[in-house]
């Protein structure tokens, strides 16, 4: 069984900053791509930012400049560094990993969301 469990999410101001995490568990032999999505209410989930193994990553226009995100394949864990949050900023974050496990098959897995609010 593989999990991705999300942290770091809260309430901040406009203009602060927050680091969200996500670390896989299980039986995992390796974590390919993986992947930052948002989720607003009354919209449509988003792509945030993605990582690939070799580490290229790609960010959507909103986010570019303020959001990095980055990977730690020793933990297992990767990360997104939020900076100069706006309001819009505002919704349910969520991670997603294409792993492989140790049965040799590799699934995307999505984890259980985080809340983000910026608001003063």
């Known amino acids: 069984q593989v999990q991705l469990v999300e942290s770091g999410g809260g309430l901040v101001q406009p203009g602060g900053s927050l680091r969200l995490s996500c670390a896989a568990s299980?039986?995992?032999?390796?974590?390919?791509?993986m992947g930052w999505y948002r989720q607003a209410p009354g919209k449509q989930r988003e792509l945030v930012a993605t990582?690939?193994?070799?580490?290229?990553?790609n960010y959507a226009d909103s986010v570019k400049g303020r959001f990095t995100i980055s990977r730690d394949n020793s933990k297992n864990t990767f990360y997104l560094q939020m900076n100069s949050l706006k309001p819009e900023d505002t919704a349910v974050y969520y991670c997603?990993?294409?792993?492989?496990?140790?049965?040799?098959?590799?699934?995307?897995?999505w984890g259980q969301g985080t809340q983000v609010t910026v608001s003063s």
């Open positions: 990582i690939t193994l070799g580490g290229s990553t």
């Open positions: 299980g039986s995992i032999v390796r974590l390919n791509n």
């Open positions: 997603k990993g294409n792993i492989a496990n140790a049965w040799g098959r590799t699934y995307d897995y």
